[in-house]
């Protein structure tokens, strides 16, 4: 049998990297007076491309790269699908929302593919100094995509908030990759997997654990590190926080994933517990705040928050009954939360003069489309039967209780029926017909084309498919997760790569 080629095992991020060079340098090329609006094309094209050799890689064998680096497998062709579908529908939503005159248009088309590159790399790792420089990657080009909104006092405020908090919790990510390494001699996950039971020093085994949860509970703005995630999504434009609010925390949660079940799956009395608090909170600290909300884009801020701590729950479950249910509620929050921001977008503008929820009161009769579609989103977060939102809830709810966390499980049924309060307020201001010559201030309508049609078909596609015919997502979110089981066997020697995990 012919091995695979280095190369193939990271395609994708390949095909990213290049596509985001080539709009770089077209950028450069055109004449200042000439519109950048044809280099999102470039950029959407070069993305599509990447979601086919993501589905592409599931004629690989599963397999290892680069010194076992990085991998092939079911788990990370699932979420590099998924992050490439985020980011071709935020860059299909930027193609007709992002005006004309925006300073540096080629510059945002290509941030957003290089922030691709650095999110698909993140699940793919399976070495962690790799999973620091892919989450750099990341991150930089999205605290720069935050702030875009130069001319507004928000969109810096946002930036420099989201740089700072994430360069704090970067360093506690390093900082339990650096204690992990004196424990085990290794940065190798599935080595770490190995070693790590039989470390002399087990306390800095539990420091490198905690210090690492830190640091990706940040990036998923779970509960007590969240405090970023307000003022982020109220700052930076809309099309941005479509793709802020889900294609990072896939990545993220990814990493979560990988870290808990297959690095260190035998502290699992630990983490678990840890786990289930941060979920509570989660749950409980986001929903309290979005009942206060008047800001659409803060409520939907803490709605995020809380949507954390539905996918925490999942993490009670047992092997791969949890894992799956993770990965099925992070596809399912990302097809409905992209949705609700291009709503969003479409409504308020890029300059968000309609910003309050009483700035929605009634949508649907000023836009029949837009107000059903905002209701038809808000109708899947709530989780009500036959949206992506209610299998999510239903799968994660139902791992944490066959993890015996019974409670746990309540406990997110109490806080889904608290969420309802506030998007049922939303949904209903939107369906209030105005009362007499009462004269509601509409935002400039932005040129809704192809690309913006496509974008809201897509998330309403994607949505109703995982609520009506959920058996093919589940299904490849169950392979993802045996694929996250039982650690390799130890390598022959340091210099060839270990063989694939046994599963």
């Not at 905690?210 to 995630?229: D, E, R």
């Not at 291009?342 to 300059?351: F, K």
């Amino acid at each position: 049998m012919n091995p695979v080629p280095d190369i193939y095992r990271i395609l994708p991020e390949v095909i990213l990297a290049l596509t985001g060079v080539a709009v770089m340098l077209l950028d450069a090329s055109l004449p200042p007076a000439w519109p950048r609006r044809p280099l999102g094309w470039v950029a959407a094209i070069g993305t599509t491309v990447a979601l086919w050799a993501s589905l592409w890689q599931l004629s690989l064998p599963e397999g290892s790269a680069f010194f076992s680096t990085v991998e092939t497998s079911a788990f990370t062709v699932f979420f590099h699908v998924l992050i490439c579908g985020i980011v071709l529908v935020a860059l299909l939503l930027s193609l007709d929302t992002l005006p004309e005159h925006t300073h540096h248009q080629g510059e945002f088309y290509a941030l957003v593919v290089f922030g691709a590159v650095g999110m698909c790399l993140l699940t793919s790792a399976v070495e962690l100094l790799l999973v620091f420089i892919a989450l750099e990657i990341s991150s930089i080009s999205t605290y720069v995509l935050a702030g875009w909104r130069k001319q507004t006092g928000r969109g810096p405020e946002a930036a420099i908030k989201y740089f700072l908090l994430g360069s704090f919790a970067t360093a506690f990510l390093l900082y339990g990759i650096a204690l992990i390494f004196g424990a085990t001699g290794t940065t190798q996950i599935y080595q770490i997997a190995l070693l790590a039971p039989t470390a002399q020093n087990q306390s800095l085994v539990l420091a490198a654990l905690a210090l690492m949860l830190v640091g990706i509970l940040f990036k998923v703005s779970a509960a007590p590190f969240h405090v970023w995630t307000p003022d982020v999504y109220e700052g930076a434009p809309s099309p941005v926080v479509a793709l802020l609010s889900t294609a990072p925390k896939a990545a993220a949660f990814a990493l979560l994933l990988r870290v808990v079940y297959e690095m260190f799956p035998n502290l699992r009395s630990l983490w678990a517990p840890l786990l289930w608090i941060v979920a509570v909170l989660s749950m409980t600290v986001g929903n309290l705040a979005a009942l206060r909300q008047q800001n659409v884009k803060r409520m939907l801020a803490y709605s995020a928050i809380a949507h954390a701590g539905y996918l925490l729950a999942a993490f009670a479950g047992i092997g791969s009954i949890g894992i799956a249910a993770a990965a099925f509620y992070t596809a399912a929050y990302a097809a409905m939360n992209v949705g609700i921001f291009a709503v969003v977008t479409l409504v308020a503008g890029y300059d968000e003069q309609l910003s309050l929820i009483d700035d929605y009161r009634g949508l649907i009769y000023r836009s029949p489309i837009l107000g059903s579609l905002l209701i038809f989103f808000l109708i899947s977060l709530i989780g009500i039967p036959f949206t992506g939102g209610f299998f999510a809830k239903f799968y994660s709810f139902t791992a944490a209780v066959g993890g015996g966390a019974i409670w746990l499980a309540i406990i997110g049924l109490l806080n889904s029926g608290l969420a309802a309060a506030y998007y049922l307020r939303l949904a209903l201001v939107a369906a209030q017909r105005p009362v007499g010559d009462q004269r509601i201030p509409q935002a400039p309508k932005p040129a809704v084309g192809a690309a913006v049609i496509a974008a809201l078909f897509l998330a309403v596609a994607a949505t109703l498919v995982l609520g009506i015919i959920p058996g093919a997502t589940l299904g490849a979110a169950q392979s993802a997760a045996h694929t996250l089981q039982a650690p390799p066997a130890p390598a022959a020697t340091a210099v060839t790569d270990p063989a694939p995990p046994a599963h």
